[in-house]
């Protein structure tokens, strides 16, 4: 079974930064891309960005240049380091597999990391 433990969320002041971690489980992790993905407010869940196993990466444009996507093919764990964080970023933050550039994921959801960009 697959499982995806996301952490690292928290309450920041616009212009700061945070980094989220994904420790996830149950799968040959290096073989897979992986994705980052948010859901504010009553809005739908957006894939925010992706890396493949090749650590090739790529971004929605709202947060281009401002994230950067990684990955421990060691500890099986994704991070996101999110700087110059908006108002608008605020959300809950999701890891999943990728199912093509779609806001889908592989596998069920986690509990996800809350974002609060507030001053």
């Known amino acids: 079974q697959v499982h995806l433990v996301e952490s690292g969320g928290g309450l920041v002041q616009p212009g700061g930064s945070l980094r989220l971690s994904c420790a996830a489980s149950g799968i040959n992790f290096r073989l897979y891309a992986m994705a980052w993905y948010r859901q504010a407010p009553g809005n739908q869940r957006e894939l925010v960005a992706t890396i493949t196993a090749g650590h090739a990466t790529n971004y929605t444009d709202s947060v281009q240049g401002r994230a950067t996507i990684s990955r421990d093919n060691v500890w099986n764990r994704v991070y996101l380091q999110m700087n110059s964080l908006k108002p608008e970023d605020t959300a809950v933050y999701y890891c999943?597999?990728?199912?093509?550039?779609?806001?889908?994921?592989?596998?069920?959801w986690g509990r996800g990391t809350r974002v609060t960009v507030s001053s």
């Open positions: 999943n597999v990728p199912v093509g550039p779609s806001s889908n994921g592989r596998y069920g």
